[in-house]
């Protein structure tokens, strides 16, 4: 039985990987030139092109437009080939062997080759590294080359979901320069080159005339990314023609937009979540009683309601939404609950609690406002929450993972097991509300091991319920990615829900209908 869903597992697998493209245009004949603007909320003056540093909007968007990953998903889901033209597993699933495209260079001519990727990988690896994406690459134990056009990753236990690590681009490839990943190159092997790199201000991109996959892609001439952090500046930028395009547009004045002539809004649903995390290991919220009381206090769908203004659907405090394959539909919804919030103090030892919470608009649009409902409807069950609006230049540096008590937002990862391990797996980066369970440990790998989907749907569904009862981790929703353009933008019919501007891929995949 074993052998038979393993073969089901490769056939699966193989059907996937040797498709010809990372993406064809529903349009027959996209139309090429003319010079993109996008107006980008999600920059820093900390913005670099460190692929270890990636935090901000506009390193995803670098990072998406200017390189590429060994493998890429599709927005229906499915991966696809990148610089990896396909992958088999071993037999028992713990090795990897990616065969690597030929005749790919970098923008400098450079050839691409296989220490060029083994060197970009290992950046997230060992002891030393500060990646973001270091818990994702935890179980690798070895990158090799084998021959001349393939790598080996060798893995310290079964992973049927590795290749779906590699499409986080985080992940993407640069050259190497004496052995490592060269961390500060502008180079890479992506569809644009990057002009120039002005953080928190402006990059500039031209087309890569040698693409190795220009058929599909590549359409515009030149782009530039603006950032424009205050939301009614980007409303304002597209109405008045200085930018094409601008990502989080403002919720509360979008009727208006909607009216103004040759622009066109759309609203995508998405697996992008804001949360307001607590430090499980710092006082008050090490008490279990407290952060249940925490959870409770806050009113869903009144942020729903409020701050997205419907654009958007409830969350339940953890993070696979509800269009995810492995969504627990037996999952109560938590509600707000004045009565179990007093309850809970009261477990704890406690008539009333009083927190602070950091908030900034660069955690997420509306964070602000957010936090001001959060207070409000948890004082009326007992709970004082201190709102401390922190600046929004350098927040994720100096305010988040700093304070134990924080608002952020998280896009949808390729799959299950990084949602989990990025969010809530010890000794990730990223793991925010420092969650450490046994038995959800144990899970996680033993997941990644278990190639039964019914059996593996299971431990994904144990792990939400974990993630809700037990973590620091309110999730009161899920946001729509609601973006504007003008009218004569177009794409695809199918859009990522990866990251925001179809996973960052606006550039790469979108054209001038007149250009």
């Not at 909607?258 to 609203?267: Q, Y």
């Not at 993070?319 to 103090?345: G, I, M, T």
């Not at 649009?365 to 207070?375: F, I, N």
Request: proline share 5%; aromatic share 10%.
């Amino acid at each position: 039985m074993l052998d038979l869903t393993r073969r089901t597992f490769i056939q699966g697998a193989a059907a996937t990987v040797l498709a010809s493209s990372i993406y064809r245009p529903a349009n027959a004949a996209p139309k090429r030139g003319g010079h993109l603007r996008i107006g980008l909320a999600g920059g820093s003056s900390q913005d670099n092109v460190d692929p270890a540093s990636v935090v901000y909007d506009t390193a995803y968007l670098t990072m998406a437009t200017a390189r590429n990953t060994l493998v890429n998903v599709e927005p229906n889901g499915d991966l696809s080939p990148g610089l990896a033209v396909k992958w088999e597993p071993s037999a028992d699933v713990t090795q990897w062997t990616f065969e690597i495209r030929q005749g790919v260079a970098f923008h400098s001519g450079k050839k691409l080759e296989a220490e060029d990727i083994i060197a970009s990988l290992n950046l997230h690896r060992g002891e030393d590294s500060t990646s973001p994406a270091k818990s994702l690459m935890e179980p690798v134990t070895e990158i090799a080359a084998d021959g001349g056009n393939k790598i080996v990753v060798k893995l310290s236990g079964p992973n049927v979901d590795f290749p779906a690590v590699l499409t986080d681009l985080r992940l993407v490839i640069v050259p190497a320069k004496d052995g490592k990943a060269d961390r500060q190159t502008l180079d890479g092997t992506g569809a644009y080159v990057i002009e120039s790199f002005e953080p928190g201000q402006r990059i500039r991109f031209k087309r890569n005339p040698n693409y190795w996959d220009a058929e599909n892609a590549s359409f515009f001439d030149t782009a530039e990314v603006i950032v424009i952090t205050d939301a009614a500046a980007r409303m304002n930028a597209l109405r008045s023609g200085q930018v094409d395009v601008i990502n989080l547009a403002d919720l509360k004045t979008l009727n208006m937009l909607k009216r103004v002539p040759g622009i066109k809004v759309e609203d995508v649903p998405s697996g992008r979540f804001y949360i307001f995390g607590m430090m499980s290991d710092a006082d008050p919220y090490k008490d279990k009683n407290v952060r249940q009381a925490l959870k409770y206090a806050i009113n869903r769908q009144e942020m729903v309601d409020k701050i997205l203004l419907g654009h958007g659907t409830v969350g339940n405090d953890q993070p696979l939404d509800r269009a995810h394959k492995y969504f627990d539909k037996s999952l109560v919804q938590r509600e707000y609950d004045p009565d179990k919030v007093r309850f809970h103090l009261k477990q704890a030892g406690l008539s009333e609690l009083r927190v602070s919470l950091s908030v900034a608009e660069a955690a997420f649009p509306g964070a602000v406002a957010a936090g001001s409902l959060y207070a409000a409807s948890a004082e009326q069950a007992g709970v004082t929450i201190d709102v401390t609006r922190e600046p929004d230049d350098g927040y994720f540096e100096n305010v988040w993972m700093k304070k134990p008590f924080t608002a952020d937002y998280w896009t949808k990862l390729a799959s299950a097991d990084a949602q989990f391990t990025q969010g809530f797996f010890p000794g990730s980066p990223f793991n925010e509300t420092h969650f450490d369970n046994a038995r959800f440990n144990d899970l996680l790998v033993e997941a990644r091991a278990t190639l039964d989907e019914s059996k593996r749907s299971e431990m994904y569904n144990e792990m939400q319920r974990l993630v809700h009862e037990e973590s620091g981790a309110v999730i009161p929703m899920f946001a729509n990615y609601v973006w504007a353009t003008k009218a004569n933008v177009a794409h695809s019919a199918e859009l990522s829900t990866k990251g925001d501007l179809d996973g960052f891929r606006c550039i790469e995949r979108w054209w001038f209908e007149n250009a």
